[in-house]
């Protein structure tokens, strides 16, 4: 594809940087992920989104379930799973990165390496370290995503949505 130049002042190129992953994207990709995401996005090709809002479920956590989901169901790497959270919060890649990154106190390749292990099993236990409210629906996450069995039986009627709501303290 033939490329162009083009100049753009400071405060475009700073608004640019927020929707760019580091050593990952360049001008063009933010660009063309802003410009066409919305085009892209109505593709019947796509997989779907899916969002997880449960009440009282920090954002962080929210977002970091969100990734998983995209990598482990909808196959995605990291980053095009970052890319894509970010694009359907309507937020820079950089944002949803630090929720896995600087809130666990982890580096991406740290979080690369617990994103391959097959059961997710010390992801899931940083995550439970990390959201020590949210131990139940870390568990009740995990199983589902990966189809274990685990303590948590989702069928069980005391495991509604609703018992997933854990009260603000």
């Keep these: 594809m033939k490329m162009h130049e083009i100049e753009i002042d400071d405060a475009v190129w700073n608004h640019l940087k927020k929707f ?12 063309r992920r802003l410009l ?3 085009i892209e996005g ?17 954002i962080a956590l929210s977002q970091i379930f ?12 990291r980053t095009e799973a970052t890319n894509r ?3 359907k919060r309507g937020t820079a890649p950089q944002t949803i990165i630090d929720k896995y990154c600087r809130q666990l106190n982890k580096r991406a390749h740290e979080i690369d390496r617990l994103f391959n292990e097959p059961d997710y099993m010390e992801f899931k236990e940083l995550l439970k370290n990390k959201f020590k409210l949210h131990c139940h ?16 039986d989702i069928n069980e009627p005391e495991l ?8 603000l303290e």
Excluded: C, R
């Design 137 to 152: 629906v870390i568990d009740i996450y995990f199983d589902t995503l990966t189809g274990g069995g685990g303590d948590a």
């Design 20 to 31: 760019a992953e580091p050593f990952v994207d360049t001008p063009n990709s933010v660009l």
């Design 85 to 87: 959270v970010a694009a």
């Design 42 to 58: 109505a593709k019947a090709s796509e997989k779907p989104f899916n969002a997880i809002d449960i009440k009282g479920l920090p």
């Design 160 to 167: 509604e949505m609703a018992s997933l709501q854990t009260p």
């Design 36 to 38: 066409f995401s919305e």
């Design 66 to 77: 969100e990734v998983l989901y995209e990598i482990e169901i909808n196959g995605y790497s």
